[in-house]
């Protein structure tokens, strides 16, 4: 990029060059520099001071008030939280919610978004009605789901029996996980179908002329070429999975018995019933570490198997 | 300034030093005349309250009723919807000054408020002015004074009433104006409703935490350890006894029995208990006297549907029912004319015709024995009976310290142990034995988390 | 010939079937937001309005306030994408054109934003807010997302398929930085700059944790927890909450109505390059 900054002066003599080109460094680094900057200052203040400031907080037991003096507990905080019952439940509950909903959401929005890729009349309209749910917001879906689900005047109960999925334990997590999973339905198959159509006619017909069936087709030609954006879709589907707060303050609340009481909902009620920041700060690290370790896993694992050749 | 530090040097010195369980600090001068002194009248106040629906309403008019009838003082309401929210919001409000003048509370927060330092306490206006309580049910006042300081002012009074629909009991063949008062009438009822159809169970029950907290004052026995935490600072619980035990019994073999269905407490199924009633799913429910209006004018949409109101039943015992609902505290970080002014709002909701008029439009109980003889509550009562069930009722509890309630710091805490239990009972099938303690163990973990970061 | 049609019929059996799973819970929510309100516990429970009360909309919107919180979502939204798109433009022409020291370190820096999920920050964000004054003012609202790494390094991924040519050519006609972003890089980016401000939009509209924490009353409160306050509220009144949920995400239906085409194209810029 220098030598484009070079060539802004070709006619000057060799001699002055070095001169030039020390003080233009030091232009375009300070101009590197100033670009960075607002970008740089959010970052400090709402990123690396908050998450530094955690592990000085995950060492105090912070009182039921603010304006009361806080106590020193040091590591023996720490490791209490760590080997509570209530911890190791929040983490449960934090990784099946993302085993229910990621896998399912990208399998369901490819099997949309490859059926809603041929080439019949009115398609279209399939293809609308099947991203319609990206209008739907985290408050909307929620609303809709915790009244499909009430016993007393959902249509489910009805069909079902009666039975409150929200309040038992063992159908609470998989009940937000469908509604996650509706809300998400949306992007997801946009997503995905964005990239189907980037995958050349030519290579379909190519291998449909050389025989290849429909599924040897699609397992051979398509999917290979839809890895980047499934693998995409799973990365950003994980971290989502990870941060769902929504859906369990308008449904479950955590509950019933803290089945659906993930690291987040955890963290926000310590913080915001009990005050009790210490408590929020140990869980916030442990979810910032889980967060890592899959995005990590993800990357090395995952990545390897996506194709892109070119 | 140096009146406080005074106050504080004299409670100090005199009050004895043990001062767990409530505070002898009762800090705080009532700075009465500070309105004559403002700059600028009328002082506007921000009251923060949790009325819903019919109780808002009636909130409101009581509100223009009192900016209207004086110039001094404006009150502006402001809804948070849920005493829990208001909690919360009141909490973040302490941090970044953001707070209300005047605030509703639940009656559980009582020693939250106490230990948040955060209150003038009603006892330093009722003094300054020899405010005449004679007048009040002393339940009520005893309910929230802690060694002898009255903390807020009592306004909303409610307690727990039985529901039930007198056509399925008619068609059950039992006496429509009889209400079951007992836990064994209870199933003896349930068994009828279903056995002839008249609903598909006998009982809706919000898996409340606080229900067992009412049913072990009815059988006279505290809550929580040192005089049921009004001594001093409790420090356990004392429910795992076999009252309590007769008490989770009961309810997990109602379930069991498909007798009673079991709703959520809060969220978008909390009214589910209410509307299995409305829909004929269950024949009786509990619930508060205090969304009574509410609940009258909503059923009334439902022809099927003709509400009885009955006392609140329970285990048999020398006890009675709990003062419940919520109380008005004056919040000392205002200005002084703006702490006098909620005083002065806070008389005027505790006025009797203010409580004649907040009593019949909702269904809680009037906090004035004179109230009763006024124009709108007569009229309530003759039209609608069971309005008068809450009041009664908490007249006719015995005075112990199982019925002054239960005064716990993470009170929370200890409903969320319980209300786990509760719902791992009858959802997974634990045996009641095993619930009762398992909630006792986490109760006693809370409360025990709380005391140490309180510091005593 | 019989063979065909019967796959195609099929075909079109099987994307109704689905289609109306999908919208299935939509359909529901309009029938019963226009139910009255004891024809909501109906056993069998009604699929059709037979006479829709559209009153409930009405009091969605004034007793719910349902517009003050849609003007909140929007301008909240319009300030956190413009300023997403700002800050992810500006640096990511630093890391894509310009050189100067600890780029590549300053670089990873901006990613590691990225692994640092929303738990670990709220609390501490609060406070902070808190004391800046911000507490239940848009800038509260706005001002912590005002930048992201992931904008940053979709837009770098942008910039660095400028062709080298062209960058020459702008050099040689004596173009600054300022005019070649301007002129020449944007709008080449323009596909991930879309995408990018979809990405933005969405997530800023979603944002619940936040809005619930640093406001404290109905003056700026967003949709989302709009929806929870007017929940709450009319707890009796199903069909008003659901009336209310409906007119709120009636904006975004309208919006993916018409620019359904520009949607697909700014993300098939962006998944597609991985």
Known sequence: MSQAIDRLAPGVDAASRPVRRLSSRVREAGLGYLLI?????????????????????????????????????????????????????????????????????????????????????????????????????????????????NPQVGLLSYLVGQQDFLQDPTWALPAVSIAFIWQHLGITFILISAGLGAVPDELLEAAHVDGAGAWSRFRNVTLPLLSPTIFFATVVGSITAFQAFGQIDLLTNGGPGDKTNVLVYAAYTEVFQRNNIGRAAVLAIALFVITLVLTIVQLTVLERRVFYGR | MATITGLLLAACSGGGGGSKGGSARASGKCPLGAIAKAPSKPVDIVVWHAMTQANQTTLTKLTDQFNAAQPDVRVKLVNQTGYDDTFTKFKAGLGSGDLPDLVQLQDTSLQLMIDSRAVLP??????????????????????????????????????????????????????????????????????????????KVGLALKTAPEYPEQWLAKAGQPYVNNGNGRQQRATEVAFDNPVGLDVYTWIASMVKDKLAITTPTRGAGGLNHLLA???????????????????????????????????????????????????????????????????????????????????????????????????????????????????????????????????????????????????????????????????????????????????? | MAGRRLRVVARYTLLTALAAIVLFPLYITVVNSLLPSQQLLARPPRLFPSSPEWDTYRRAWNAGHLGRYLKNSFIVTALIVSGQIATSILAAYAFAFLRFPLKRTLFVVFLATTMIPFEVTFFTNQQTIVSLGWYDTYAGLAVPFLATGFGTFLLRQAFLQVPRDLQDAAALDGYGHLRFMTRVAVPLARPMVAALALFSFFAAWNQYLWPLIVTKDDRLRTVQIGLRQLRGESVSDINVTLAGTVLAALPLFILLLVFQKQLVRGLTAGAVKG
């Open chain 1, 37 to 149: 900057l607002p970008s740089l200052l959010a970052f400090v203040t709402f990123e690396f001071y908050p998450f530094v400031r955690n592990f000085y907080l995950a060492l105090y037991r912070t009182p039921p008030f603010p304006g009361l003096p806080k106590r020193w507990a040091g590591l023996g905080q720490v490791g209490d939280i760590l080997s509570s019952g209530d911890f190791r439940n929040s983490l449960k509950v934090t990784v099946l919610f993302a085993v229910l909903t990621v896998p399912t959401g990208v399998i369901l929005g490819l099997a949309l978004a490859v059926l809603a890729h041929q080439q019949l009349k009115g398609i279209g309209i399939y293809r609308t009605i099947f991203s319609s749910t990206v209008a739907t917001s985290v408050a909307v879906a929620s609303v809709i789901f915790v009244t499909l689900f």
């Open chain 2, 122 to 199: 009603a006892q330093a206006c009722v003094d300054a002015e020899k405010y005449d309580l004679s007048d009040h049910i002393a339940r009520v006042v005893d309910y929230y004074t802690v060694k002898n300081v009255l903390w807020p002012m009592p306004f909303n009074v409610s307690n727990l009433v039985l529901l039930y629909n007198k056509q399925a009991f008619t068609r059950a063949g039992l006496d429509p104006e009889k209400a079951p008062g007992t836990f064994d009438e209870i199933r003896a009822a349930s068994e009828k409703i279903v056995s002839s159809g008249a609903a």
């Open chain 2, 277 to 456: 009633v409305a829909n004929g799913n269950a024949a009786m429910t509990i619930e508060s006297s205090a969304s009574l209006a509410t609940i009258l004018s909503v059923i009334g949409n439902y022809p099927s549907v003709t509400l009885g109101v009955g006392p609140f039943p329970g285990p048999p015992g020398q006890g009675g029912v709990l003062v419940g609902g919520a109380a008005l505290y004056i919040v000392n970080k205002s200005s002084p004319a703006k702490q006098e002014a909620a005083w002065r709002f806070a008389k005027f909701l505790n006025e009797p015709a203010s409580q004649a008029a907040w009593s019949a439009g909702t269904g809680y109980v009037p906090i004035r024995k004179s109230a009763i003889d006024l124009e709108p509550i007569r009229k309530r009562w003759a039209e609608v009976p069971g309005f008068k069930v809450a009041y009664d009722q908490l007249l006719a509890g015995a005075t112990n310290a199982a019925t002054a309630g239960p005064v716990i710091g993470d009170y929370a805490g200890v409903r969320k142990a319980v209300e786990d239990a509760i719902q791992g009972m009858v959802t997974e099938g634990t045996p009641p034995k095993q619930a009762i303690d398992r909630a006792a163990q986490r109760a006693n973990a809370a409360i025990k988390d709380y005391n140490a970061r309180v510091g005593g």
